[in-house]
């Protein structure tokens, strides 16, 4: 078992909105280990970006984290001054974001975002020498370096979408959080985007927290899987084992709605209802509304997140020990 | 050498720079947008013109009428009016004044000595730039730095106290705040001079070659007329940059607050970059690009505040000139000021347009 | 609130289910001080319609009579007019001076005091007419230089009675034993003391009360000229946006030439042409602001022309004018009332400045702008002129701004946090 690198412990989110407060990220425990690819899925409104955006201290106003620990390279994170979180933000963790359009700057040069990010945590080196660094970095990640002088508009989207990832990893972060890396991004690139990941984290010991709904790149890629619902985690575990045994309801469904070569003319299976509203979350599991397997506990009481088998965790009652409760209506 | 020649070189030297930029450096993309924008620029003037042909046509009875009233004998009023033309059929009378137009000369004043109106405004021009040119530096000055400081610190009391002063500032009529300037500090400290451009006297000793006094008295060493060209400057420009501060203020802040919710912003904050570099140079140099190009809108801002305040500061630039010709019923010179705004107008908008084009990499397709 | 039907994606909010008192205090909370915002400018607005209505009832003078002496500063009592005759004359008040030849009272020239003597005059004679008399009393004026050489004047039997400002007299009166003050010119007291709380200008003119009444004029440029402008500008707009090719290009044209135009110099032009009037300076105006409800409106009625669900009304056979009913207008409707609010103020600024300028209004009424521009005159010696009516314009476009302004955060949907 490799060390963990960053520890979640308890941690809750809340958006004010005019209705009421939001719970988007609600006591989650999460434990990520050294070198691994650890994918975060879900559907939208789940709370897995807000939980990466968490893990980065990066929730603006009207969000804000209400409680939680963030243990990382042996500190609190929430502890920390804004200064030592900046250096700590694109220096120690690095991000990517989902459009690669809309998160570079248009007005400015890709050489520039690179340097001035690599200046700003390492003020000591020259615009020569950060210029230097970037051409290795993006020629590392398949761009060629005269590109750098161009406008993020003057490169196709996979491209963009390295440069993303050269920036994450200009300072050498050991920890990268990929946030809906390839949903703008066509199957091919996509491609080619998993398998780069994969020798980036080979090459320079990364650990990858890969955010996504789509199931199928989570399977190829990841090392665990954490599967989010409405603001919680539903189930966790090595890949193999989450999406060949599934244990939760929710990812048996979910796994069950991904469309196969071999459905044969049978019908798309499709989860009853649609996800909760979080100013007003069902009682006990939020998931029983749609669980097929729903006992009256479930409305009741909130599962635990605990132990199936080994290392695989869920929320669920079925594999727990319940006293007979009987729901009040 | 045309009397307005120092107003075109102003206006035609960084125009020319920049269209020397543009085909030279720019993209085929860029070129056309150029062409084509300087194409709309044409029908745009014709129409401001042919409306302001047609506004001063609609008086009932004519000009001469109007400005001679019961002084002329009729047969003085007749030849007048064949004079200048006002017997002709409206047709040839707007030909002649289109004509007038693109040669730029406007005939003579019809009232009080026969002088050339091109003459007039040749002197009256560059006192209106003078006016204007150090009040809109002020007001970008104050409302780019201040609209992004209210941006950055968006719902909190800077925010609302910069706010209030865009609004309060944008409510006072500009006349007023040029009086109460007059008031307090000419009146009552004494510090500046109540108004005019220059001190009387010393204002003979000026050799005019630009009519730009400042620049004027700088070439020729006149310090004691500079001090006082300076002196008279102040209130009469602070007023007029005090007013507009607010409008860029407003605009100012309203598009930093905007681009701080772009994906970039966030990204750039997710690799550290202190906030403040965050907002004044990633955020501030995207939200600029559309408040430079609303200087193109606030030209006309700008004319209408200046003939505000050279009317309270008697200042001698185009403002009063059109204030003053209208009292005395000088149609033809009217005409001819609404006209040159006009032109100024659509000139100016032309060249922010371009300018826009060229700092966004983006329009370059 | 117009009533849209429950499937047309009209901008709402999820407080629509709620009454509307309720949610107006909802909305209290959430958008805090743009709710202050518009609530305390609304309220201003209120006070301002209301005495633009009815200005006579809130205004202590008519606004264009000499009501006082001038110059008065605010809070300044006006001098009390003071009638000095020789001592034992028997004359104890004006009336006795009554005779078939005009006196002579003796005054110092440049003070309210021959003014004061002739409204004295005036009121005995119409006194004694009503009493059912028929004599008069008729004032010759005679000037000096001073308050002394008037009083030594009226020793030497030059005048009758001298008319002088009690305190000064109170000083003077020392040196001529033979004269006495008897008292207020006016005889049974003063003119009724509604005061001058902010002074008189150059004419006497109270300049509260012209504030007051500047306050309707305002309101009806701003009003009348807006509502103009929106009548013109909203259904070009519509058609522009909407039916859009050829006759929208056109349109545009002519309206972004005239949009980029200083607003005051066409206003100018315009007034200038017309002449001198109320109506006129309003319609110059309206002109003006066509452009901006053209653009807006326009925009609005393009991008909801995109929209999926019109396409959708349009497969399921809903007519043009069906559409620009039920889907643009209501759509159109915020934006418009905030601009509606921003150009009344505008338009008020523009009016002050027109009638700064000396254009377009006659020059007796009583207007911010004209009071401005007259106090100018004065500037030197009567801060008072200058001061308040500019105050009015500026609280009176700032209810309207703030309004609009406040208005506009709660409505843009660019500007909500995300």
Same mark, same amino acid.
């Not at chain 2, 006297?201 to 070439?219: H, Q």
């Given at each position: 078992?490799?060390?963990?690198?960053?520890?979640?412990?308890?941690?809750?989110?809340?958006?004010?909105?005019?209705?009421?407060?939001?719970?988007?990220?609600?006591?989650?425990?999460?434990?990520?280990?050294?070198?691994?690819?650890?994918?975060?899925?879900?559907?939208?409104?789940?709370?897995?970006?807000?939980?990466?955006?968490?893990?980065?201290?990066?929730?603006?106003?009207?969000?804000?984290?209400?409680?939680?620990?963030?243990?990382?390279?042996?500190?609190?994170?929430?502890?920390?001054?804004?200064?030592?979180?900046?250096?700590?933000?694109?220096?120690?963790?690095?991000?990517?974001?989902?459009?690669?359009?809309?998160?570079?700057?248009?007005?400015?040069?890709?050489?520039?975002?690179?340097?001035?990010?690599?200046?700003?945590?390492?003020?000591?080196?020259?615009?020569?020498?950060?210029?230097?660094?970037?051409?290795?970095?993006?020629?590392?990640?398949?761009?060629?370096?005269?590109?750098?002088?161009?406008?993020?508009?003057?490169?196709?989207?996979?491209?963009?979408?390295?440069?993303?990832?050269?920036?994450?990893?200009?300072?050498?972060?050991?920890?990268?959080?990929?946030?809906?890396?390839?949903?703008?991004?066509?199957?091919?690139?996509?491609?080619?985007?998993?398998?780069?990941?994969?020798?980036?984290?080979?090459?320079?010991?990364?650990?990858?927290?890969?955010?996504?709904?789509?199931?199928?790149?989570?399977?190829?890629?990841?090392?665990?899987?954490?599967?989010?619902?409405?603001?919680?985690?539903?189930?966790?575990?090595?890949?193999?084992?989450?999406?060949?045994?599934?244990?939760?309801?929710?990812?048996?469904?979910?796994?069950?709605?991904?469309?196969?070569?071999?459905?044969?003319?049978?019908?798309?299976?499709?989860?009853?209802?649609?996800?909760?509203?979080?100013?007003?979350?069902?009682?006990?599991?939020?998931?029983?509304?749609?669980?097929?397997?729903?006992?009256?506990?479930?409305?009741?009481?909130?599962?635990?997140?605990?132990?199936?088998?080994?290392?695989?965790?869920?929320?669920?009652?079925?594999?727990?020990?319940?006293?007979?409760?009987?729901?009040?209506? | 050498?045309?009397?307005?020649?120092?107003?075109?070189?102003?206006?035609?030297?960084?125009?020319?720079?920049?269209?020397?930029?543009?085909?030279?450096?720019?993209?085929?993309? %860029? =070129?056309? &947008?150029?062409?084509?924008?300087?194409?709309?620029? +044409?029908?745009?003037?014709?129409? $401001?013109?042919? @409306? /302001? *042909?047609?506004?001063?046509?609609?008086?009932?009875?004519?000009?001469?009428?109007?400005?001679?009233?019961?002084?002329?004998?009729?047969?003085?009023?007749?030849?007048?009016?064949?004079?200048?033309?006002?017997?002709?059929?409206?047709?040839?009378?707007?030909?002649?004044?289109?004509?007038?137009?693109?040669?730029?000369?406007?005939?003579?004043?019809?009232?009080?000595?026969?002088?050339?109106?091109?003459?007039?405004?040749?002197?009256?021009?560059?006192?209106?730039?003078?006016?204007?040119?150090?009040?809109?530096?002020?007001?970008?000055?104050?409302?780019?730095?201040?609209?992004?400081?209210?941006?950055?610190?968006?719902?909190?009391?800077?925010?609302?106290? %910069? =706010?209030? &002063?865009?609004?309060?500032?944008?409510?006072?009529? +500009?006349?007023?705040?040029?009086? $109460?300037?007059? @008031? /307090? *500090?000419?009146?009552?400290?004494?510090?500046?001079?109540?108004?005019?451009?220059?001190?009387?006297?010393?204002?003979?000793?000026?050799?005019?070659?630009?009519?730009?006094?400042?620049?004027?008295?700088?070439?020729?060493?006149?310090?004691?007329?500079?001090?006082?060209?300076?002196?008279?400057?102040?209130?009469?420009?602070?007023?007029?940059?005090?007013?507009?501060?607010?409008?860029?203020?407003?605009?100012?802040?309203?598009?930093?607050?905007?681009?701080?919710?772009?994906?970039?912003?966030?990204?750039?904050?997710?690799?550290?970059?202190?906030?403040?570099?965050?907002?004044?140079?990633?955020?501030?140099?995207?939200?600029?690009?559309?408040?430079?190009? %609303?200087?193109?809108?606030?030209?006309?801002?700008?004319?209408?505040?200046?003939?505000?305040?050279?009317?309270?500061?008697?200042?001698?630039?185009?403002?009063?000139?059109?204030?003053?010709?209208?009292?005395?019923?000088?149609?033809?010179?009217?005409?001819?000021?609404?006209?040159?705004?006009?032109?100024?107008?659509?000139?100016?908008?032309?060249?922010?347009?371009?300018?826009?084009?060229?700092?966004?990499?983006?329009?370059?397709? | 609130?117009?009533?849209?039907?429950?499937?047309?994606?009209?901008?709402?909010?999820?407080?629509?289910?709620?009454?509307?008192?309720?949610?107006?205090?909802?909305?209290?909370?959430?958008?805090?001080?743009?709710?202050?915002?518009?609530?305390?400018?609304?309220?201003?607005?209120?006070?301002?319609?209301?005495?633009?209505?009815?200005?006579?009832?809130?205004?202590?003078?008519?606004?264009?009579?000499?009501?006082?002496?001038?110059?008065?500063?605010?809070?300044?009592?006006?001098?009390?007019?003071?009638?000095?005759?020789?001592?034992?004359?028997?004359?104890?008040?004006?009336?006795?001076?009554?005779?078939?030849?005009?006196?002579?009272?003796?005054?110092?020239?440049?003070?309210?005091?021959?003014?004061?003597?002739?409204?004295?005059?005036?009121?005995?004679?119409?006194?004694?007419?009503?009493?059912?008399?028929?004599?008069?009393?008729?004032?010759?004026?005679?000037?000096?230089?001073?308050?002394?050489?008037?009083?030594?004047?009226?020793?030497?039997?030059?005048?009758?009675?001298?008319?002088?400002?009690?305190?000064?007299?109170?000083?003077?009166?020392?040196?001529?034993?033979?004269?006495?003050?008897?008292?207020?010119?006016?005889?049974?007291?003063?003119?009724?003391?509604?005061?001058?709380?902010?002074?008189?200008?150059?004419?006497?003119?109270?300049?509260?009360?012209?504030?007051?009444?500047?306050?309707?004029?305002?309101?009806?440029?701003?009003?009348?000229?807006?509502?103009?402008?929106?009548?013109?500008?909203?259904?070009?707009?519509?058609?522009?946006?909407?039916?859009?090719?050829?006759?929208?290009?056109?349109?545009?044209?002519?309206?972004?030439?005239?949009?980029?135009?200083?607003?005051?110099?066409?206003?100018?032009?315009?007034?200038?042409?017309?002449?001198?009037?109320?109506?006129?300076?309003?319609?110059?105006?309206?002109?003006?602001?066509?452009?901006?409800?053209?653009?807006?409106?326009?925009?609005?009625?393009?991008?909801?022309?995109?929209?999926?669900?019109?396409?959708?009304?349009?497969?399921?056979?809903?007519?043009?004018?069906?559409?620009?009913?039920?889907?643009?207008?209501?759509?159109?409707?915020?934006?418009?009332?905030?601009?509606?609010?921003?150009?009344?103020?505008?338009?008020?600024?523009?009016?002050?400045?027109?009638?700064?300028?000396?254009?377009?209004?006659?020059?007796?009424?009583?207007?911010?702008?004209?009071?401005?521009?007259?106090?100018?005159?004065?500037?030197?010696?009567?801060?008072?002129?200058?001061?308040?009516?500019?105050?009015?314009?500026?609280?009176?476009?700032?209810?309207?701004?703030?309004?609009?302004?406040?208005?506009?955060?709660?409505?843009?949907?660019?500007?909500?946090?995300?």
């Amino acid at each position: 078992m490799s060390e963990v690198i960053y520890s979640i412990r308890g941690l809750s989110v809340e958006y004010a909105t005019r209705s009421g407060a939001v719970r988007a990220v609600d006591g989650v425990d999460l434990d990520i280990r050294r070198g691994e690819i650890l994918g975060l899925v879900g559907e939208s409104g789940c709370g897995k970006s807000t939980l990466g955006k968490a893990m980065m201290r990066m929730i603006t106003p009207p969000g804000r984290i209400v409680t939680g620990e963030l243990w990382f390279e042996g500190q609190d994170l929430m502890q920390l001054s804004e200064r030592k979180m900046r250096a700590i933000r694109g220096g120690r963790i690095g991000m990517v974001f989902q459009d690669p359009m809309t998160s570079l700057n248009p007005v400015q040069r890709i050489v520039d975002h690179l340097t001035e990010t690599i200046r700003t945590h390492e003020p000591s080196v020259t615009e020569a020498a950060a210029r230097a660094r970037a051409e290795e970095l993006v020629e590392r990640l398949g761009i060629r370096r005269e590109r750098l002088d161009d406008y993020p508009h003057q490169l196709s989207g996979g491209m963009r979408q390295r440069v993303m990832i050269s920036l994450a990893l200009a300072l050498r972060a050991g920890l990268v959080i990929a946030d809906e890396p390839t949903t703008s991004l066509d199957v091919i690139v996509e491609a080619k985007f998993l398998d780069l990941l994969r020798e980036l984290r080979d090459e320079f010991d990364l650990t990858i927290v890969l955010i996504t709904h789509n199931i199928g790149v989570v399977a190829e890629v990841a090392d665990r899987v954490a599967v989010m619902y409405a603001g919680r985690l539903a189930e966790l575990g090595d890949v193999l084992e989450v999406f060949g045994e599934p244990r939760h309801p929710y990812t048996q469904g979910l796994l069950q709605a991904v469309p196969n070569i071999e459905l044969d003319g049978a019908e798309l299976y499709q989860m009853q209802g649609s996800p909760p509203s979080l100013l007003d979350p069902p009682p006990g599991c939020r998931f029983h509304p749609r669980c097929p397997e729903a006992m009256p506990i479930c409305s009741a009481e909130t599962p635990a997140f605990q132990s199936v088998s080994g290392e695989h965790l869920a929320a669920c009652w079925l594999y727990q020990e319940h006293p007979e409760v009987v729901a009040d209506a | 050498m045309h009397p307005l020649s120092i107003v075109f070189l102003i206006i035609g030297v960084p125009a020319a720079v920049l269209l020397l930029y543009v085909f030279v450096r720019g993209s085929g993309g %860029l =070129r056309r &947008y150029v062409i084509t924008r300087i194409g709309l620029t +044409i029908p745009m003037i014709f129409i $401001l013109a042919s @409306l /302001v *042909f047609l506004v001063l046509r609609i008086i009932p009875g004519d000009p001469v009428t109007s400005s001679l009233g019961p002084k002329g004998s009729p047969e003085l009023k007749a030849r007048l009016r064949a004079e200048l033309g006002l017997e002709d059929p409206l047709i040839v009378q707007y030909g002649r004044f289109l004509g007038d137009v693109v040669t730029l000369d406007f005939g003579r004043s019809l009232v009080g000595g026969q002088r050339r109106i091109v003459d007039e405004m040749g002197e009256r021009f560059p006192a209106t730039l003078e006016l204007v040119i150090p009040g809109t530096i002020l007001a970008l000055g104050i409302g780019l730095l201040f609209g992004t400081y209210a941006a950055a610190h968006r719902r909190r009391a800077p925010d609302y106290a %910069l =706010r209030m &002063y865009g609004v309060v500032i944008y409510s006072m009529p +500009i006349f007023w705040l040029g009086l $109460l300037f007059q @008031l /307090v *500090f000419a009146v009552k400290l004494g510090w500046f001079p109540v108004a005019g451009r220059i001190d009387a006297v010393i204002g003979t000793t000026v050799e005019r070659t630009t009519n730009m006094l400042l620049v004027d008295t700088l070439i020729s060493g006149n310090w004691a007329a500079f001090r006082s060209v300076l002196r008279h400057l102040v209130l009469p420009a602070v007023t007029l940059g005090l007013i507009l501060s607010g409008v860029f203020l407003r605009l100012t802040r309203i598009n930093v607050i905007e681009t701080l919710q772009q994906d970039y912003v966030t990204a750039a904050r997710a690799r550290g970059i202190r906030e403040r570099v965050v907002v004044y140079r990633h955020a501030l140099k995207n939200a600029m690009i559309p408040v430079i190009t %609303l200087i193109g809108l606030q030209v006309a801002i700008l004319l209408a505040g200046a003939v505000l305040t050279e009317t309270v500061f008697a200042w001698p630039g185009m403002g009063r000139y059109l204030v003053e010709r209208i009292s005395v019923r000088d149609y033809t010179a009217v005409q001819s000021v609404i006209t040159m705004f006009a032109l100024f107008v659509a000139l100016i908008s032309l060249f922010v347009d371009i300018l826009y084009s060229l700092l966004d990499p983006r329009v370059r397709y | 609130m117009t009533e849209a039907p429950p499937e047309v994606p009209v901008w709402r909010t999820d407080l629509e289910r709620i009454g509307l008192v309720r949610r107006i205090l909802r909305a209290r909370r959430w958008y805090r001080a743009d709710w202050w915002f518009v609530a305390i400018s609304s309220v201003l607005v209120a006070g301002f319609v209301v005495l633009a209505l009815v200005p006579g009832v809130f205004a202590p003078h008519d606004p264009r009579e000499q009501v006082g002496p001038r110059l008065l500063a605010p809070g300044e009592a006006p001098e009390l007019e003071a009638l000095v005759v020789p001592a034992g004359s028997g004359v104890n008040e004006l009336a006795d001076l009554v005779s078939e030849e005009r006196i002579k009272v003796g005054v110092v020239q440049g003070t309210p005091s021959s003014e004061a003597v002739r409204d004295a005059a005036a009121r005995v004679t119409e006194r004694l007419r009503a009493d059912g008399g028929d004599e008069r009393l008729r004032i010759r004026v005679v000037r000096h230089e001073t308050l002394d050489e008037a009083l030594r004047g009226l020793e030497a039997g030059e005048t009758v009675a001298v008319v002088g400002s009690s305190s000064e007299l109170a000083r003077v009166l020392d040196d001529h034993p033979g004269l006495v003050m008897v008292g207020p010119v006016d005889g049974e007291g003063a003119v009724a003391g509604r005061g001058f709380p902010l002074g008189t200008n150059q004419l006497g003119q109270d300049v509260l009360s012209r504030l007051i009444w500047g306050t309707r004029v305002a309101f009806l440029i701003g009003f009348a000229s807006a509502l103009l402008s929106l009548a013109a500008g909203l259904p070009l707009g519509l058609i522009a946006g909407y039916v859009g090719g050829k006759t929208d290009r056109v349109m545009s044209l002519v309206m972004d030439s005239l949009y980029a135009f200083p607003g005051l110099i066409l206003a100018i032009a315009i007034t200038a042409v017309l002449g001198p009037s109320i109506f006129n300076v309003i319609v110059a105006i309206a002109v003006v602001y066509v452009p901006t409800y053209y653009r807006i409106v326009r925009g609005q009625a393009l991008s909801v022309k995109e929209e999926l669900y019109v396409e959708a009304a349009r497969s399921l056979g809903a007519t043009n004018r069906d559409i620009l009913r039920r889907y643009v207008y209501p759509n159109v409707i915020p934006s418009v009332a905030i601009i509606f609010s921003v150009n009344v103020a505008d338009a008020i600024l523009t009016g002050a400045g027109l009638s700064f300028l000396g254009l377009g209004l006659p020059p007796d009424t009583p207007d911010w702008g004209i009071d401005l521009a007259r106090g100018q005159e004065n500037i030197q010696n009567a801060w008072w002129l200058i001061t308040f009516p500019g105050l009015a314009v500026m609280s009176v476009v700032l209810a309207f701004t703030m309004m609009g302004e406040g208005l506009m955060e709660i409505f843009n949907p660019k500007l909500r946090d995300r």
